[in-house]
Structure formats: C-alpha cells, structure tokens
C-alpha cells in the first residue's frame, strides 16, 4: 500500500499523544496494513509484551555469519518473523515521526545510493571512511535516551497544582495541567469523583470533548486542590518514558561486541545493542547519528567540502586537498567521531583522486553517476547467452559465474531471469529510464521472456512468489 500524507500525519499525531501499550498496540495495527495490506493479522498485546521481554527476545534472533569478500566474517542477527514484523512495522512508524539529517541518504524514504553519489560527481578528491562495526557499536541506553528527546518526546509527564478550569456542557470538568495533560472529574453531590475510560488514560476523552464548550470554569479549584484529590490525580500521570523502554527493547538484543577498556585497547563484552539484521536497526541509526550528522556537516562547511553518510559509510568530496595525515581536517575529524562513540575503521579509509575510478557507495562518480563497466558487460554477456544457447543453458552459466562472484556470501541458488531483472531495475535506477543503454538491454530481457516454457515460467513464479501469484499466470496468461 502506498503510504500517503494523511497516513504519515496520522501516525504522527497519534504518536505524539499516546499515553499506554494498548494506545502503542493501537498505532502499530494501523501501520502493519500499509506494510502488508489490508489481509494482515492485527498485532496482540501478549505478541508485543513476549519480544519486549529482555529474557526472551535473545531467543527470537538467529545468529549466522557470511564471509566478506575483502576477508574475515559479518555476524548477522536475523529475528524471527514475529519479531521481524513487529520491527518493520515500529520502523515504519519511526521514519513517518523522524526527519532525518539531510547528509543522511541511507535507510531514508525516497533516497538511495544514487542520491549520496550525486553530491561527490566531478570533484578532484573524493575521501571515504567506514565507521567500525556500526549497528552493535549503538547501545540499548543510546536508543532509550534518543526516544525520550524530540521530535519523540517519551518522557513521563507529571501533574501540576496550577490548573486552568474549564466548564463543559455534560457536567464532566477538565483541567490541563503545565504539561498539558488534561485530567477529568465530575463533581457529584460535592464530591469528586475522576472520570476514565476503560484502559486507564483518557485519550478517548481527549477526542470527545473537542466538540463541546470551553468557557472557564474557576469555581471548582476548591474541590480539586485537596491533597486527596492531588494523590489521586497521581495515579493518572502518563507514564509515556515506559513507552520508549518498550520500543528500546523490542530494537535491541544482547550480544558480544568490542568496546575500548580504560587502557584504549579492544575487549570483548556482553551488550544490549542494535543487532545487524533487524529492520529497526537501520532507522535507529539514523536518528542515533544526527548529531553526527550535524557536527560533521558543519566541519565540511567549515573546510568547503561536500559531506554525504550512507549507513556506516561517510564520504567527503572537494576539488582542494585537504586529507593529508596528521592535517586539521583529519584531526578534526577523527575527534568528531570518537566524540560520538564511534571509530573509524581505518582498512577501509581511502582518498580517490581524479584521473582514477572514484566510487561512492559502489557508483562511479568521475563524470556522472554511473554503474561500472563490468556491470553493464556482464548483463549483455548473460542476455547473449540465453539468445544463442536458450534459457536452461545459459542460466547455467550465469550460475557457475554467479557462485564465482557471490559464493562467499549467498548459498541458496538464485533465479537467473530474477537476477537478471533485478540488475536491469538497478540499471534503471542508476542511468534513467530514458537511458539508450537500459533501454537496449531490457528490450531484449522483455523479448527473452515471452519464449520462456510456460510450464517452466508457472514452476519458477511458484518457487519464489508462492502459488497464488502462480495461479494468476496460470488463468490469465496460459489457460485463457
């Protein structure tokens, strides 16, 4: 489902005024259907309250490594699909309330890589760091602690003693608190009575009472100012803080990861982090960076560089060389980082300097932002072979060549016509619809498809799309 404004405000307005779990239950199962379509299975109270649990969530995640093709292992956390939904979910709810840095390109609605490689086109230096293991180096507390500040503001809330009376025409009072809380009471035969709704908060009131009169009512301030009154007013402060602690958990895993000890050296130890894998990792990020994201924007002013952070990988860009070891900007730098509890990974630090190929986020960058050479040659090489030898043949080449290539890191066996659709959409992406290039290439892939077996094109929409989307090739295409 397309997420349009009115979702996006709706989210946001419902975020910034729910008080209790079931009011965080609420949102979520109106965000899952944009996510999944109006067929979803609401979210139950008891689903969200087992993966918060710290004691059990280490359960939901499987742990598994893939090789690096540059060397040495990536540890991935991947939840299990309950977990997993719920996080896609909280995700999405979290990119509608938080606008993130505009240096920030990664994990951001409507951006891409191609957008954090336009700003470092043409450019005679083009300087590139990673910072080191990103998502475990954010731990629980730092997710906590940003969810209690704006635009989140999951703080507790507490109740006044100065109040602003206000009559209404059913005899039910409010008074809003210098929080703005706004707190109900009747007045029944002198005595006071609170006023609530059948969860415990009073947001349904909150709706309510929009429509009736406000004329200030000041005579009731006797009724409401006794101390008994106030310790029961008490029982009705918003407990919003016990929110973030739900979502901070729900985010967040305990796992082992490197932290510096007091000498500056690397041990490891046991931590409630962000795990590489979840679906809130990614936005989390982006909100943990902003201050990274602000401070470094301001050092690239300041030296007149351009300045673009994809995930982990920051790049800076400048037509003047200012990245030589132990110079101000390095310095300055390096201390803005450590400054946020990061570390630069410096196996992964290079300066690209032009008359050489220079890469940003894997896009090459000299003249224009494009794809390499390789990229575009393999997908023509791949699309001859299926023209001359068929469609078995040639996904048996294309198999060997792509186990060469991505057998460090894949083992499951890839669909040749889905791989090669997959790059052509990326192409797409990269170069324009309009581009000849694209064009060419998925002129002969849309030709290619129309003589693959259809028996063959039903197995292969089976095995990856299920057999609903198989069955509607099957009657529409085939049968009829």
Not at 129 to 136: A, E, G, H, N, S
Not at 217 to 232: G, M, P, R, V
Not at 359 to 367: Q, S
Not at 433 to 461: A, C, Q
Request: aromatic share 12%; proline share 2%; with cysteine.
């Amino acid at each position: 489902m397309k997420i349009e404004k009115e979702h996006i405000k709706y989210i946001q307005d419902e975020f910034a005024t729910m008080q209790s779990r079931e009011d965080f239950l609420d949102l979520l199962n109106y965000a899952k259907p944009l996510i999944y379509g109006d067929n979803y299975i609401p979210f139950e109270l008891k689903q969200i309250t087992y993966y918060a649990n710290p004691k059990r969530s280490r359960k939901a995640y499987k742990e598994f490594q893939i090789k690096k093709k540059s060397g040495g292992v990536r540890t991935i956390y991947a939840p299990e699909n309950g977990l997993k939904t719920i996080q896609k979910t909280i995700a999405l709810i979290l990119q509608c309330v938080f606008e993130p840095h505009e240096a920030a390109k990664g994990f951001v609605m409507g951006k891409s890589i191609v957008d954090n490689a336009k700003d470092h086109v043409g450019k005679n230096y083009v300087y590139n760091i990673d910072l080191k293991d990103f998502f475990p180096s954010i731990d629980q507390a730092r997710v906590w602690a940003c969810l209690k500040l704006a635009p989140f503001n999951l703080i507790d809330q507490k109740t006044s003693k100065e109040f602003d009376f206000k009559k209404l025409e059913t005899g039910i009072r409010r008074f809003t608190t210098e929080f703005d809380e706004e707190i109900f009471y009747q007045l029944k035969g002198g005595t006071f009575l609170l006023v609530n709704d059948k969860k415990g908060n009073y947001k349904a009131y909150q709706k309510r009472l929009k429509k009736l009169d406000k004329d200030v009512f000041k005579d009731a301030a006797k009724y409401i100012t006794t101390d008994a009154n106030l310790k029961e007013l008490e029982k009705l402060t918003v407990h919003r803080e016990k929110l973030a602690n739900m979502i901070a958990s729900l985010s967040c895993t305990k796992m082992q990861v490197e932290r510096k000890d007091e000498n500056g050296s690397w041990v490891k130890v046991i931590r409630n982090v962000l795990p590489q894998g979840a679906p809130t990792s990614p936005v989390f990020s982006n909100i943990i960076c902003q201050r990274l994201d602000k401070k470094l924007s301001g050092v690239a002013k300041r030296f007149h560089l351009n300045y673009t952070r994809y995930a982990d990988d920051i790049t800076f860009s400048s037509m003047h060389n200012v990245y030589q070891e132990n110079g101000k900007f390095l310095k300055e730098l390096t201390k803005v980082i450590k400054g946020q509890n990061f570390d630069i990974k410096e196996s992964k630090t290079r300066l690209q300097k032009t008359g050489y190929r220079q890469e940003v986020t894997g896009l090459i960058v000299n003249d224009k932002v494009n794809v390499r050479k390789r990229y575009v040659k393999q997908v023509r090489m791949w699309l001859y072979y299926w023209e001359k030898y068929g469609y078995n043949k040639a996904e048996s080449i294309f198999l060997k060549d792509y186990f060469i290539d991505k057998g460090h890191v894949k083992n499951a066996k890839p669909n040749f016509g889905n791989v090669l659709s997959g790059k052509l959409e990326y192409l797409k992406m990269v170069k324009g619809f309009e581009n000849t290039t694209y064009l060419s290439l998925n002129k002969r892939f849309e030709k290619l498809l129309g003589v693959i077996d259809p028996i063959e094109r039903i197995l292969n929409e089976w095995e990856n799309n299920g057999i609903d989307s198989a069955m509607k090739i099957y009657k529409t295409d085939i049968h009829e």
